[in-house]
């Protein structure tokens, strides 16, 4: 409904000559980037806005803190600009008389800090990412969606680069991009650097698709070639489900380093994928960051084309200035989350078992969540903006961004309820060709809300899906909805034996997780990341952020802890854990003899097994 507001828009103010944008990132290894703007203006008042809410994002976090030294001239005179009092992201100028443009210059700094979405850290010596939200000013008023940029950039001499954004020509290290909307700008951001590599992923359904690795050195990006396979098959497999493609084509931007901020961005025709240098190389952050690409690469069809209402903002009805609404990220994340961990193993990213350990750890941390009794799952979508921020400790009684991993075990149960009750005839991919589908061949946006979720679930297969949502959204139960588990064949359950999976992410997290053990988690150095509080350790009196400095008076490091666990199965004395907080010690006498205990999937004979099913291949690769 918004949208076409917006498009009736679009012909009026095409006639407006396009802004100019030129970046200059030749300074990115110092993390410096030169901004130079050449605004159509009017004389008279105007306000210049910094883009605050950053799509894909979910929360206003424009960098407007690392730009710097910005000046406007306008006919050869300085224009003096004021901050708005109250909206940090608005600088105020008077326009002079005569003047038909806006020379706007300023410099961004890249923060060093490595956490965080894009507004972290984004550059190093050998490589950077640009997101052009964070080198420009737009006019107050301007629509995203026909408000056109013309813009250039400058790289490094020797850095090769990869966007999805189109070009009109190159010469030597400087690129002149095609003139495109705001809209378009900001989802198209682009990777450079030193160690660059490109690889063709193929051609399907009439769009090619790239996957562009920028890394801090020549190693992390030589992809070995049966990952290069397992991408096109991702490929393949996103045609088989969706049968449809919403761009002209696609670039995966995957940046390997330990020094930038790591996530993923999702954009209509690309995706921002940032992870550890040696992702491609060692099998452990592999196999830990293996679902990120399908998820993002899912985001094209489901949260850029079709997407909650409330999450519009910077397309057709308004700018960047304008506030989010988080409600129906259970969708727009959690269905993403459930298909971009399937398309994993229906690529060979993950092998039917790394899914289901992946699995079992999301099923263990959501039912033994300390917090579901108060927070019901629909108030961590609506309070987003708030929760991508929060701190880890007491974790499970916050409750994160649980739209995520708790999205993946509702849409497996509505996955599994639509299998069940057509014997098989029909499942979720069906609704994802009809919801996700269209003419395709082009970025487009087409709106939902919670009504046509269910409607379009109830024609792939009639149920009453409103008060099957209703009743996951409001709950307080202490329990996680396992029902997907089981339906499909399996049952969560616990033994004292780490899963490949476990230990890679013990490996990464650089620590011992015994959540459902003690109820700790632990860092190499002794640092207590969490606790659980209904957990054995809690309940002895241990917080998280102190330090744990010995386990029955011996020197603790995370072999004598488990070594320590197991033995107390045996023995009636309490576990002795000698715990720094601040500048006090104590010790906290833990009475917990049940031995070690890690979350695992088996096999209920009694179902049959609908999961090996679900993340079976689709297409022939
Ligand atoms: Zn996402």
């Known amino acids: 409904m918004k949208l076409a507001l917006g498009l009736l828009a679009c012909g009026l103010l095409y006639a407006q000559p396009a802004a100019r944008l030129d970046v200059d990132a030749t300074d990115a290894p110092r993390r410096l980037f030169h901004v130079h703007l050449t605004l159509p203006a009017k004389p008279g008042a105007l306000t210049l806005l910094y883009p605050q809410w950053i799509p894909g994002e979910h929360m206003p976090s424009g960098p407007i803190v690392n730009l710097v030294g910005l000046k406007i001239q306008a006919a050869g005179q300085t224009v003096p600009w004021r901050r708005d009092d109250i909206n940090m992201f608005a600088f105020h100028v008077d326009v002079p008389a005569g003047a038909s443009s806006l020379?706007?210059?300023?410099?961004?700094?890249?923060?060093?800090?490595?956490?965080?979405?894009?507004?972290?850290?984004?550059?190093?010596?050998?490589?950077?990412?640009?997101?052009?939200?964070?080198?420009?000013?737009?006019?107050?008023?301007?629509?995203?969606?026909?408000?056109?940029?013309?813009?250039?950039?400058?790289?490094?001499?020797?850095w090769k680069y990869g966007t999805a954004l189109p070009i009109q020509h190159e010469s030597g290290n400087e690129i002149e991009f095609q003139p495109a909307p705001l809209t378009t700008l900001i989802d198209s951001p682009v990777s450079t650097g030193a160690h660059y590599r490109t690889v063709d992923l193929g051609n399907d359904r009439g769009a090619s698709h790239y996957l562009h690795l920028a890394g801090d050195s020549a190693q992390s990006v030589d992809i070995p070639p049966e990952l290069a396979a397992e991408f096109k098959n991702l490929v393949l497999e996103t045609g088989a489900l969706f049968e449809s493609r919403h761009y002209r084509d696609y670039h995966f931007l995957l940046t390997l380093s330990d020094h930038v901020a790591h996530f993923g961005l999702e954009h209509h025709e690309s995706s921002d994928d940032r992870v550890d240098e040696r992702t491609l190389i060692d099998p452990g952050p592999r196999t830990l960051s293996a679902s990120l690409l399908p998820h993002e690469f899912t985001h094209s069809w489901n949260g850029k084309y079709r997407r909650p209402a409330g999450l519009t903002n910077?397309?057709?009805?308004?700018?960047?200035?304008?506030?989010?609404?988080?409600?129906?990220?259970?969708?727009?994340?959690?269905?993403?989350?459930?298909?971009?961990?399937?398309?994993?193993?229906?690529s060979g990213l993950w092998t039917p078992q790394e899914y289901r350990d992946s699995l079992a750890i999301t099923a263990a941390a959501l039912d033994t969540e300390y917090g579901r009794t108060w927070r019901p799952l629909e108030d961590t979508a609506v309070a987003a903006q708030l929760l991508y921020t929060t701190g880890d400790d007491y974790g499970a009684y916050r409750r994160s961004v649980d739209y995520y991993p708790e999205g993946t075990l509702i849409w497996l149960e509505a996955d599994a309820t639509i299998r069940q009750l057509s014997h098989g005839a029909r499942s979720l991919n069906d609704f994802c060709r009809l919801f996700h589908g269209g003419p395709g061949g082009a970025p487009a946006m087409k709106t939902y809300t919670f009504q046509d979720v269910v409607v379009a679930l109830g024609d792939v297969q009639p149920y009453d899906w409103a008060a099957?949502?209703?009743?996951?959204?409001?709950?307080?139960?202490?329990?996680?909805?396992?029902?997907?588990?089981?339906?499909?064949?399996?049952?969560?359950?616990?033994d004292d034996v780490r899963s490949e999976f476990w230990k890679s992410s013990e490996e990464a997290f650089k620590g011992a997780d015994l959540s459902y053990s003690i109820g700790l988690k632990v860092k190499e150095d002794g640092t207590i990341a969490d606790v659980a509080l209904n957990g054995p350790a809690a309940?002895?009196?241990?917080?998280?952020?102190?330090?744990?400095?010995?386990?029955?008076?011996?020197?603790?490091?995370?072999?004598?802890?488990?070594?320590?666990?197991?033995?107390?199965?045996?023995?009636?004395?309490?576990?002795?854990?000698?715990?720094?907080?601040?500048?006090?010690?104590?010790?906290?006498a833990v009475d917990y003899h049940d031995g070690e205990r890690y979350p695992h999937l088996v096999r209920d004979a009694g179902t049959p097994d609908l999961l090996t099913q679900i993340i079976a291949p689709l297409a022939k690769h």
């Open 103 to 158: 020379d706007v210059v300023f410099d961004f700094i890249s923060p060093p800090e490595a956490f965080g979405f894009t507004e972290g850290a984004s550059a190093t010596t050998e490589l950077a990412v640009l997101n052009w939200n964070e080198f420009l000013l737009y006019p107050q008023g301007s629509q995203p969606d026909s408000t056109q940029f013309q813009a250039s950039l400058r790289v490094p001499n020797g």
């Open 314 to 346: 910077g397309a057709a009805d308004g700018g960047y200035e304008t506030p989010m609404e988080g409600d129906l990220l259970w969708v727009y994340e959690g269905l993403t989350e459930y298909l971009g961990e399937i398309l994993a193993p229906r």
């Open 468 to 494: 099957f949502f209703n009743q996951r959204l409001h709950s307080t139960s202490p329990h996680a909805p396992l029902g997907g588990i089981e339906r499909t064949g399996w049952k969560l359950a616990y």
């Open 539 to 588: 309940k002895a009196g241990v917080a998280p952020t102190g330090k744990l400095i010995a386990v029955n008076t011996r020197q603790f490091n995370t072999t004598v802890l488990r070594e320590a666990i197991q033995a107390a199965k045996s023995a009636l004395a309490p576990l002795e854990l000698l715990v720094k907080s601040g500048e006090y010690y104590k010790t906290y």
